[in-house]
């Protein structure tokens, strides 16, 4: 089963090639019956079922007449456009009372669609985000044949999603008494703006995995499995663990990683599950919950946060977008939050790459490059993120005390920090993986760069310009040549880089990695 892509073209192939391969097909719940989303439908008009319902049916009726004869697991929903609440763009419903009405409603008129036109269809329902707290509220009503599917928060734990900085951390799991079947919808990779693992592994630690899928178990939420992995190659661990789980119903992270890294390499067995362990035990704590581990867009959408904070000269005003991790702070302080953060395994993460280093050199080959694309690919981009989190949080501090040329210097080494990340992505798009990481647009490590180095070049205005020669005269040119030299023959401007290389002497400010 595949949900094959979510806001697709109409002229994608996606859906129809994986029918051809015999595979059954479900929806995102953004896209109920994998219908066309309304606003592209019909640009201009309100999004509002209680004002346009025939609208609405009718993209519902031409995707039920175009996937009747197929396999399909439908997904009955009522999200908002863009995979959000639908009241955000419908205010009227301000009320939960009115919010879970309108979508029993929806629902049922849905269910009832289908069964019109499908013979014995399987329906499906995600409960997530608001969705799972309005039912457990007992808001909304569902047909009794239709599987319940209850989510994760994203980090791995059986509580609803944080919503900005909204945590209601509503337990997501059905009650003892629950009447029907249920399933689950389960994160391997998540993307949330915020610290979610969307590239590396899931940041929270097996253990807590292992615990969480013991409770759904006990939960008998075992009639329906949805793993969103996002991609494959870079989460293999945790897929292994979901899988053992739904063909046995049980499931020991230390049983599954011992047979996942048999598998994948020759020897040094282990060593490697050792080295395993530790990249789950070096992940950020940024809050007080077990499942709170920064994956690593906690070192990419923060720092482009703090970076358009500090450029839109907002001074000491609480950046909205940050308190989700430091509370309603000056920003000062909130930049203080992420410089402690991303040094806080620092020390962790060079002990392990030494560790990685003495394991690999007695590898085989093919086994080197496994284990650099499986494991280092992981922790490189920890290592190197958190470096560069930590040098743009310097930068900032040397900013507010007017010292321009150490601002730059470290704002020009947290770019370099950020060139490692993105190097990281490159080597691991070696032979049939070439371009695998191309359109890393959630993430998007080069999107920080570009915002890195916008920072960098806004700060070099601030005393070297306009010419850019005036640091270099002031800090790094000999002193018996201040007075004599001719302007034709040194007025040259020095890249960002070779400044940098330059001034980190004079200042004393020493690249780390």
């Given amino acids: 089963m595949v949900i094959p892509g979510t806001d697709l073209p109409k002229e994608g192939i996606h859906a ?61 929903a009522f999200r908002g456009q863009g995979d959000a609440p639908f009241w955000t ?53 569902l047909p009794d044949d239709v599987i319940k599917m209850w989510a994760d928060n994203g980090y791995g734990k059986m509580v609803s999603r944080r919503q900005g900085i909204e945590n209601a951390r509503v337990p997501s799991l059905p009650e003892p008494n629950e009447q029907g079947k249920n399933g689950i919808y ?62 046995e119903g049980e499931v020991r992270y230390r049983e599954v990683l011992s047979c996942f890294v048999k598998r994948m390499f020759g020897s040094k067995h282990e060593e490697i599950s050792d080295l395993y362990v530790r990249y789950f035990q070096n992940m950020i704590q940024y809050d007080q919950y077990e499942d709170t581990k920064a994956g690593e867009e906690f070192y990419h959408h923060p720092a482009r946060m703090i970076i358009g904070h500090w450029l839109q000269s907002f001074g000491n005003e609480t950046s909205e977008s940050l308190t989700w991790a430091t509370g309603d702070i000056p920003f000062p302080d909130q930049v203080d939050y992420f410089y402690n953060k991303s040094r806080s395994m620092l020390s962790n993460w060079q002990e392990w790459l030494e560790k ?108 070297d310009n306009p010419d850019f020669f005036l640091w270099y005269k002031e800090y790094i040119m000999p002193e018996t040549e201040k007075y004599i030299y001719l302007e034709n023959t040194h007025r040259e401007p020095l890249s960002d880089d070779k400044l940098t290389e330059l001034l980190q002497e004079k200042f004393k400010l020493s690249y780390e990695g």
């Fill in 16 to 76: 129809s090639l994986a029918h051809e391969m015999g595979l059954w097909v479900s929806h995102h719940h953004a896209e109920p019956l994998g219908a066309e989303m309304f606003l592209r439908a019909y640009p201009g008009k309100q999004a509002s079922y209680l004002t346009n319902p025939d609208l609405f049916e009718k993209l519902w009726r031409d995707a039920i007449e175009k996937q009747k004869d197929e396999k399909i697991l439908w997904v009955l």
């Fill in 89 to 141: 763009q419908d205010p009227q419903f301000d009320t939960n009372e009115k919010r879970g009405e309108m979508i029993s409603k929806v629902i049922q008129r849905q269910y009832d669609m289908i069964h019109s036109q499908v013979e014995n269809p399987i329906c499906t329902i995600a409960l997530y985000g608001e969705i799972a707290e309005l039912y457990k509220e007992g808001h909304i009503y």
């Fill in 186 to 247: 389960y994160h391997v990779t998540f993307h949330d703006l915020q610290a979610s693992s969307h590239l590396t592994m899931l940041a929270v630690h097996p253990e807590t995995v292992e615990s969480e899928l013991k409770k759904i178990a006990n939960a008998n939420a075992m009639d329906y499995l949805l793993v969103n992995a996002g991609n494959i190659r870079p989460h293999l661990y945790y897929l292994d663990m979901l899988r053992i789980f739904w063909q």
């Fill in 356 to 463: 990685y280093k003495e394991v690999e050199t007695h590898l085989h080959e093919e086994d080197q490059v496994r284990l650099k694309d499986h494991l280092f690919f992981h922790a490189n981009l920890h290592y190197t993120g958190s470096l560069g989190l930590k040098s743009l949080c310097e930068s900032y501090k040397h900013f507010e005390q007017n010292h321009y040329p150490e601002a730059f210097v470290k704002a020009t080494h947290s770019l370099w920090h950020y060139q490692e990340s993105l190097q990281t992505l490159r080597d691991a798009e070696h032979d049939k993986w070439r371009h695998f990481y191309r359109a890393d647009w959630l993430t998007n490590v080069e999107n920080t760069l570009y915002n890195v180095d916008t920072l960098r070049r806004f700060i070099r205005m601030h005393g």
